[in-house]
């Protein structure tokens, strides 16, 4: 089965600052590669997705890339802000719509 | 974007006793659902996939007679935690799969807290 790995586990910036978070994914059949943003007790919130026939995304501050070669995507913040603070997570599928496989998540800190 | 409403938000209960989730989706017909569990500070982990007028589909290590999901119409599927314990504590959380436009198409309950005395 799918087997995503995410780094690191915890991150700390400044505001203003940039803060990458990386993941690999093992199933080469993956093709979508969704980002999640999730605060304490809440929902995860979907924040930027992107899939294979595509190596960057955009919107906003927030972005993605995705080489496929490698099978490692990652989600790059910039000019972050203190309420970017929560716990992300990378995921992979085999399409939007199926069951999602996620990595062990990031906890991010961004203090002013 | 569509809705998925999970009912209750908590639930606290005795050692022993059965829980029963739901999860709808408001606005549009889910034929699979998803259902997964959260550990605090840990990953969603995927428990099962239910899909309607079907049985569920149980990922490895997920008791299947512990955790009963009925999925019996597209808009509501419910995971049932039989005889509880304190180690089922946890974040159960739902998802479901709209099929309809747009690029977002899997779309979350928001969660229910289950603490286990």
């Known amino acids: 089965g799918e087997n995503v790995e995410q780094h690191p586990s915890t991150l700390s910036v400044q505001e203003g600052d940039s803060a990458v978070i990386k993941c690999t994914y093992s199933d080469s059949a993956s093709n979508y590669f969704p980002w999640y943003k999730q605060e304490l007790g809440k929902r995860p919130q979907l924040i930027i997705d992107i899939r294979s026939n595509v190596g960057e995304k955009k919107d906003q501050r927030i972005a993605v890339t995705l080489n496929k070669t490698a099978k490692h995507f990652s989600l790059h913040i910039t000019e972050t802000q203190p309420e970017d603070s929560a716990v992300y997570f990378c995921?992979?599928?085999?399409?939007?719509?199926?069951?999602?496989?996620f990595g062990k998540g990031t906890s991010l800190l961004v203090t002013p | 974007g569509a809705v998925v409403s999970q009912h209750p938000s908590w639930v606290i209960c005795k050692s022993g006793t059965s829980v029963k989730i739901e999860c709808r989706s408001l606005?549009?017909?889910?034929?699979?659902m998803f259902w997964y569990r959260q550990f605090p500070k840990q990953s969603l982990m995927l428990m099962a996939t239910s899909n309607e007028g079907s049985k569920a589909t149980y990922e490895q290590g997920v008791e299947k007679d512990k955790f009963l999901i009925n999925h019996a119409s597209l808009t509501l599927s419910t995971l049932t935690v039989t005889s509880a314990h304190p180690e089922d504590s946890s974040f159960y959380i739902c998802?479901?799969?709209?099929?309809?436009?747009?690029?977002?198409?899997?779309?979350f309950g928001s969660g229910t807290q289950l603490s286990v005395l």
């Open positions: 995921a992979a599928s085999r399409d939007s719509g199926y069951a999602l496989n």
């Open positions: 606005d549009f017909q889910a034929t699979t």
């Open positions: 998802s479901a799969d709209s099929r309809t436009g747009g690029s977002e198409k899997l779309f």
